[in-house]
């Protein structure tokens, strides 16, 4: 029998986890910087916070989740999307009581039973972050701009913004309304999957890729948003104008969720083809009370950081190198590996990156292995060595070498290796 990752599900073999890592490393350098910490949720959650969270309307509970039943008979959900467990979360502990506003982010895998595409997989990992307490269109602004910035730190170029707002509890039911009336004639032109979003949530029709081409006259939101909705929406956009973020109107964008107000949004690269999006958010003012806590606006958004690793590739940005090893000991003898696994633990507990031979392998393989690993110096034990009491240390970059006393080498290492 054979075994092989799940489908939807993939590996980070050891070569390639270095592009991860950077990517984590400036996700959470960017966030230190615009001021958001991070917050770490379970994997899984009751079935009923997605339900109600998410929303039972939206493809993410109708298809999409992984569910089973517990042996305590309960139904868990593994999270298909980081937003209600954090609420869930600030809600239990009382956050907003100690703090009326909370900017918290979260880097971790979320799951959905997709269909697997490049960029897109069962098991994803998501970089999202929520602004919690804050009506203030900043607050909009600041969740749009932690992302944003972070795409562009990471040197991906061609980055722009899709805007929208979907309205208010009071503006947008009259435009539902408006939306269900413009759509009934046309409903059997439409695709299956419209049909079954006419009766749940009409809005989302104007999400179908399919009929795209048919909602040319379609009424507009922008239309029938309300005095406040509209101030919010202008503020948003003059913000952006001003921290220079470019964006384009998008009066198709809904988003997949059923919880967003206001503001939607996402950012796009031009170098990512169809599927061009590498984030997106929006506000979601009702969700806190929805899920059972003291009503409390919010704004957030989500992005997969496969799709970041996608354009990274397609864009050819250039990373910083990894890091190599400082000292890579290379010996010959049983005197020789003792000395050597001596030395090597010795320049380790001084912060060095050392390495040594495992295998037992010959002086001439070691170097290759030395080679390999692009190590900065390697530290030589052989018989010669052994006898008097020395290490001879290559330099591998200035292909120099000198014979160093081993005692002397431990205790002055920065004076013999400038290691980086
Ligand atoms: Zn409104
Ligand atoms: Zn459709």
Redo the contacts with the bound molecule.
Sequence with gaps: MKFQASKGTYDVMPDQVHLWQHIESVIREQSRIYGFKEIRTPVFEDTALFVKGTGDTTDIVQKEMYTFTDKGQRSITLRPEGTPPVLRALIEHNTLKEQPCAKVFYLAPMFRYERPQAGRMRQHTQFGAEVLGSHSPLADVEAISLLFFTLQKLGLGGLSLRLNSLGCAQCRPPYRQKLTDHFKPMLPE??D??QDRYNRNPLRILD?K??QAKFKDVPEMKDFLCGDCKTHFQAVQDRLKDIEIPFTLDKNLVRGLDYYTRTAFEVISQHLGAQDALGGGGRYDGLMEDLGGSPAPGVGFGSGLERYVLALKNQGVNLPPEKRPDVYIATLGDEAVKKGSLLCSQLRQKGLACEQELLGRSLKAQMREAGRLNARYVALIGEDEIRKGLVTLKDMDQHQQAEVAFDELVVNVPKYCQCE
């Design positions: 439409l695709c999957n419209c179908c399919i009929d």
